[in-house]
C-alpha cells in the first residue's frame, strides 16, 4: 500500500503543475466521490450527513463533511497548493541578439534557484478571456518541453563552484527558442486553452519543472519529485478525509494558496476564507454565533506543511537533540518565538492521536542561531483561533525545482488524517479536553 500512495502522489503532482491545477485535480476527486460543490456567491443548503466543498481564486479550496447528529466542533487540517516558482511577466519576450528569444519573469517564493538551471521546463497557469461582457478564466498547460534556464559554463566563469550569487533578473530568464519563435509565446498558451489570443486579456502563468517524480533508494524508500512541499501534505490529508466517517465533529479539508508568499491575499491563510466558510456552514445548519464560538473552542487544527530532515551532508545544520529523518514518523514544529503554533496541549492531543495509531513522531526546532520559516497555522489562527498543532512530513531540498521525501510517510499521514478526521476533540474544562 505505501507503494501504490507513493505511486498516486506522483502521478497527482505530475498532473498539477500550478496551484490551479492541484486544485482543479482536487475538486475533480471530489467531485467523484460524491461530494457537493457550493458557490461563495449562491445560498447554501447544508444538510446533516451531507459532504461539500468550495473554492476560492480556482487555486484554494475547502471540503467538509457533516455528521449525521449534532456536531461538536470543527476537526481542520491545512496545506497549501503553491510551490516557489518564477511567474511569467506582461510584455513577457524578450529578444537577445536577434538570434535568441526568452521569457520576463520574476521569483515567486524563495526558491533555491540553482536548482532550475539545465532542466526542461515549461509554462501552466490561468488566463482569463473576454466573451463579449462576460470575463472567462481557462486552465492552461502547455504539455511539451519548452524552456530551459542555462547555466554560464564553467570555462566563462571559473567561479562557479566557489559560491555563486545568481540576480534573478540577468541569469534566471528561461530560453524559448530561436528567432524563428518571436512573437509566438501567447498563440501556444491560446492553443493549449483553446481560445483565440486576441481575446486573452490578462494572464498568471508559471515555470514548471517537466521531470517527473519517482521513487529511489536502494530498498525504494524516497520520493524524488517537484511540489513535495506542499503537495504531499495536500494530497495525503485528501486521501484520509475521502476515507473518513465522522461522527461528532464536521472534518474539514483545507488547502490554501499563496503560503510561500505570505499568505496575504484572498485566497491565503490570512484571508477569511476559512472564517467565512465555517460561519456560513454553522448558519446554514441553524446555529447562531453563540453556537459556533462554542464549537471553535472544541475544535482542533493540524496545520501541515512539511519539515526539515535532518541532511546527510551538513547534519550540523540541525538542532543538537530534534532531528528529524525520513520515514521515521511525522514530524510535531516547535518555535519558541510563535512562528509555529504548537504548545503543550495542541502537541500531548496529536501525539496522543499518534500513539493509539502506533503511528511514531519526530520533533523539530531549528538551531538557535538558524531563523526559520513560519506557515500556515499562526497565520490562520488570526482569523479562526482554536488549538492547532503544526507538522510536517521530513524532506531534503526544501524549495528545490526537485526535492526528496520519504515512501512511508505519505502512508502515515494519510492514516493520521482518517484516524483525526473521525475524533472529537472536546474542551471539559479550561485548558482540559477529552478526545474520543
Known amino acids: 500500500m505505501e507503494m501504490k500512495n507513493a505511486e498516486n502522489l506522483i502521478k497527482f503532482i505530475k498532473e498539477s503543475p500550478s496551484a490551479f491545477h492541484a486544485v482543479q485535480n482536487i475538486k475533480n476527486r471530489l467531485l467523484n466521490e460524491g461530494m457537493t460543490e457550493l458557490k461563495e456567491h449562491e445560498t447554501w443548503n447544508i444538510v ?8 476560492r481564486n480556482m487555486s484554494s479550496i475547502i471540503a467538509f463533511k457533516v455528521p449525521e447528529n449534532d456536531f461538536t466542533g470543527f476537526n481542520i487540517v491545512t496545506s497549501h497548493s503553491d510551490s516557489p516558482t518564477f511567474k511569467i511577466k506582461e510584455n513577457e519576450e524578450i ?10 519573469t520574476e521569483k515567486y517564493g524563495g526558491m533555491i534557484m540553482s536548482t532550475w538551471f539545465d ?63 518571436k512573437g509566438k509565446f501567447m498563440d501556444m498558451v491560446a492553443e493549449s486553452a483553446g481560445v483565440k489570443k486576441e481575446n486573452i486579456i490578462s494572464t498568471d502563468l508559471f515555470l514548471y519543472n517537466r521531470q517527473e517524480g519517482t521513487v529511489i533508494g536502494a530498498n525504494e524508500e524516497y520520493i524524488l519529485s517537484p511540489k513535495l512541499d506542499d503537495l504531499q501534505c ?4 485528501m486521501e484520509g478525509f475521502i476515507k473518513s466517517n465522522p461522527e461528532k465533529s464536521i472534518a474539514v479539508y483545507v488547502v490554501y494558496d499563496n503560503e510561500e508568499v505570505g499568505s496575504g491575499t484572498k485566497q491565503g491563510a490570512a484571508s477569511t476564507f476559512l472564517f467565512d466558510t465555517l460561519t456560513r456552514l454553522s448558519t446554514a445548519l441553524g446555529k447562531d454565533n453563540r453556537d ?7 475544535s482542533f487544527m493540524i496545520s501541515a506543511d512539511n519539515a526539515h530532515a535532518v541532511h546527510p551532508n551538513q547534519p550540523s545544520l540541525a538542532d543538537p537533540t530534534n532531528k528529524p529523518y525520513i520515514n521515521k514518523g511525522i514530524v510535531i514544529k516547535y518555535n519558541a518565538n510563535q512562528r509555529y503554533t504548537s504548545d503543550a496541549v495542541s502537541a500531548a492531543i496529536f501525539k496522543g492521536i499518534l500513539d493509539d495509531l502506533k503511528i511514531s513522531y519526530q520533533s523539530f ?25 503544526d507538522i510536517g512530513l521530513p524532506q531534503l531540498a526544501m524549495h528545490s525545482a526537485y526535492e526528496t521525501a520519504g515512501v512511508k510517510d505519505t ?9 483525526f478526521y473521525n475524533l472529537s476533540v472536546r474542551k471539559i474544562d479550561n485548558d482540559n479536553y477529552i478526545v474520543e
Open 411 to 419: 502512508t502515515d499521514f494519510i492514516n493520521v488524517c482518517e484516524k
Open 292 to 298: 459556533y464560538l462554542k464549537a471553535l473552542a472544541s
Open 234 to 237: 495536500a494530497f495525503s490529508s
Open 48 to 55: 446533516p450527513g451531507g459532504k461539500y466543498f468550495v473554492t
Open 119 to 181: 532542466r526542461p521546463l515549461s509554462v501552466a497557469g490561468r488566463i482569463v478571456v473576454r466573451e463579449g461582457n462576460n470575463f472567462i478564466t481557462k486552465l492552461v498547460n502547455i504539455d511539451k518541453n519548452l524552456l530551459v534556464i542555462p547555466n554560464v559554463a564553467i570555462h566563462m566563469d571559473r567561479t562557479v563552484n566557489d559560491g555563486k550569487k545568481y540576480n534573478p533578473q540577468v541569469d534566471m530568464l528561461p530560453l524559448m527558442g530561436d528567432i524563428r519563435c
Open 365 to 389: 526546532a531549528n538551531r538557535s542561531d538558524i531563523a526559520g520559516g513560519s506557515t500556515l497555522g499562526n497565520i490562520s489562527n488570526t482569523q479562526v483561533a482554536l488549538n492547532t498543532v
Open 95 to 104: 529578444v537577445v541578439n536577434d538570434e535568441y528569444v526568452k521569457l520576463n
